[in-house]
């Protein structure tokens, strides 16, 4: 036991020795200088080193040095720049003349993806041939020097395009480690503040840059977010995924293949591809098996009585703030920086307690102009089709879509909009609207257009047609009516021209029917304060009993109807009295005149002729 003691003790102080040795006899500054030329004729960047280099031992072998960057040549700023750096290299090939760094390790690292950071080539200089700028050997006879890892920790990412808003992405921890082939696996992490909400990531990803800096492939394995702040569900956004990402430097183009993403409950596959010229071209091809938008967009719910209504409307909701910098910014003005041609399809869709399914979307937008050709899918046993256009190039911005619904339930479209109508029905409906902005509160106040209604089997609830129309015949004479406890209007078919202009929704030929009542009418909407003023003629078709002439009449003589007021206290009116009181005097004349007419050769029938002629 003392010997094996004895030959530890032995064995410690050689390795002390040499580690002393090799600090006292080996300077790190010597491969300031070196470290600097192979940097920049492995890569043409510059690398600065500030302040002197020194050993670090434990527990690991190495370089310690101050702030430090890494400049593009002709960058007016640095791509990389950090307060310290850290080179951890293998021992015994610096016996040998070999610096071989296990890993770069930067603190506190600021990383600059911006056009200030950008190589610029200069105009007279040669093109080298496309091959690998990344050596598989070292070309100086003298020290050797190769880098297997990279450690960046607690750093700072920041990206722009053009002349477009920053984004940085802070708390940046990556893991890098390649081989010879330069090959290399990627673990990411970091978080993205901005316009108060935040978006953490992270990701594990295998790296091919063998051809390098021509092309640059990734596979990511596994990809997480989680997004949360204002305009965002107070769940928040959580997904996760994988994809495949190949770069291509001459064309600028960024492919995405084999996606598979998860947001919430929500989930897509498919390939996009985005080419960033001066206004960048996005090709998107993507299939949703599930899309619940309630999930991943902040909307007004309906709510199920006006109770619930007040409590959420009491309710503080996180919004966007105003960004002073897009104050003056026209809607939708993002839409002029790019081209897209966008492919969508959907095996379900939710959208303001809509369930929609089978949805198909082909949209185009050049550089300000989104034509939508396809937007349709089935909504119940029905179908929707909202086809458009929305044009941004000129200001304001000008909207046009065409809707084509096919029996669907409209008691379900008048919920989801929050509009206090209680009335069900299979509506079709075929339009052309226009406005200048695509939101829902915008479309009452300021869209325009026409459209033509059907409506199958629709009940409004509130108002029963019939049994107002009879209660009141009742009341004026001696024609009894069935008994109806029911409070709705129910017709089997209902047809009418829609016109809106500016919240001012007409209602033209009005014409509905069932086997109790027929109608006809006109009247308006105001959809911006919930009233209504509509006229109608009512001719109740069953359901009487008495006279039988009286009933025939009534059967066949239209009852002036007006309903206005608040949609949810609507009043009415009706003129049954005035015509009661008519039908009696016509009636009352007509028997005068036949008596008059059997008796024409009297003085009391002739008298009562001139009477007849007078009235």
Known sequence: MRRVLTTLMILLVVLVAGLSALVLLVNPNDFRAYMVRQ???????????????RWHVWPQLSILSGRMSLTAPGATQPLVSADNMRLDVALFPLFSHQLQVDQVMLKSAVIQLTPQTEAVRNADAPVAPRENTLPDGASDTGWSFDIGKLKVADSVLVFQHEDNDQVTVRNINLKMEQDAHHRATVDFSGRVNRDQRDLTLSLNASVNASDYPHQLTADIQQLNWQLTGADVPAQGITGQGTLQAVWREEQKQLELDNLNLQANDSSLKGQASVSLEQKPKWVLN???????LENLLVTQAAAPDSDVQQSGQSQMKQTRPVISSNIDQPDYNGLRGFTADILLKANSVRWRGIDFTNVSSQMFNHNGLLVVSELSGKMGTGHVSLPGSLDVRTEPASAEFQPRLDNVEIGTILKAFNYPISMTGQLTLAGDFSGAKIDADVFRRDWQGQAHVELKDSR????????????AVERSSNVQAQENYDSATRLDSFTSDLTLDNGQLSLDGMQGSSSLLSLTGEGSLDLVKETADTRFNVRVLSGWQGESKLVDFLKETPIPLSVY???????YSLQVDQILRKHLQDEAKRRLNDWADRNKDSQTGKDAKKLLNKL
């Open 39 to 53: 940097v920049e004729a492995r890569s043409g960047y510059e690398l600065k080193l500030d302040g002197p280099l």
């Open 565 to 571: 007021g608040k949609w949810q206290a609507l009043n």
């Open 460 to 471: 409004m609830e509130g108002l029963n047609f019939q049994q107002l129309v009879q209660q």
């Open 286 to 292: 993507l299939q949703f098996d599930n899309l619940n």
